[in-house]
């Protein structure tokens, strides 16, 4: 008989689970924005970093012994570890310069980025409906950027830079999840940048000043987010399906929009809260249509009738 039983996570948990992660991104983006005011960018992130890797070693460590950096795809993991360096950088120095919610609302061009990148890397068939939604996404960007000036142009490089480092981040990772564990993964992006950010911040230990112990305290408290998030984002995806919990990430713009003006009293224009829409709308649409295109296609696998020898 052909298998049809269903998908044996819970899914509430799995959609919990993104719900909580995307609002630990959004308050990492608001502890961001607060440090790199007081300090510089690179020793921020080296205390994220330092903070990371050794939350990661303690919890991973035990159970995964020697197997937590042992891998065959060593230079591969490593080139991956460094573009999310740049990622890190450059999302934490478009924070500097830019509100919260413009700079996130940027950075969600890379979904689309993926989706015009995985037919010819991956393989992957897009439909005229992914397409459509593509350039909805891109529209939306433009809306947020709305050609005024109000944006810092050197946070506007930086933040699509980080999307197209992210976005070949993400093509890495579907291409390496076969052949290495989430963890291990997770092991060489925290080690390349415990080593990248260490060495960068040595320049600027001479002239910035020591930290207050509230300040340090939120600096290891962004670190702690950070790896708690990045672990409830894969044991969400342990519970549910991709194509369910995609859209869900999308509730990362609106986090960051409500907290940046909570917090900053910063509150996007009427074309950036246009173009925040847009986005989301595109997104989450995009990720439905794939969630039932799936589920369709799982349904039409079933019936199939079982060939006997």
Known sequence: MPNTTPYQGRLW????????????????????????????????IAIRYIVSFFALFVVAF????SGLWRTKNT?????????MCV???????????????????????????????????????????????????????????????DLNTLGVICALTNAVCIAIFQIMTRKLAHQDSAVTML????????VVFC??????????????????????????????????????YREAPASLLAPINYVHLVWAALLSWIIFDQLPNQWAIMGIC?????????SLHAHVNRKRQSQAASKQPIETA
């Open 13 to 44: 948990l799995g959609v919990t689970l993104v719900m909580a992660t995307v609002l630990c991104f959004a308050i990492s983006d608001v502890l961001t924005k607060y440090l790199t005011q007081r300090y510089p960018v690179t020793e921020i």
């Open 62 to 65: 035990p159970n995964a012994g």
């Open 75 to 83: 230079k591969l993991l490593i080139i991956r570890g460094l573009l």
């Open 87 to 149: 990622g890190s950088f450059t999302i934490s120095y478009a924070l500097k310069l830019m509100p919260i919610g413009e700079t996130i609302a940027i950075i969600y061009i890379m979904p689309f980025i993926v989706i015009a990148m995985s037919g010819p890397f991956l393989g992957e068939k897009v439909s005229p409906f992914g397409w459509a939604m593509t350039v909805l996404g891109f529209s939306g960007v433009l809306m947020v950027l709305n050609l005024s000036g």
């Open 187 to 194: 092991f060489y992006v925290n080690a390349g940048g415990l």
């Open 199 to 236: 060495l960068a911040a040595i320049p600027s230990l001479g002239e910035s000043r020591m930290p207050t112990l509230f300040d340090g305290s939120m600096m290891v408290l962004l670190g702690l987010i950070i790896s708690s998030a990045h672990f409830m984002f894969a044991r969400a």
């Open 278 to 286: 847009l986005i989301l709308g595109s997104g989450v649409a995009m």
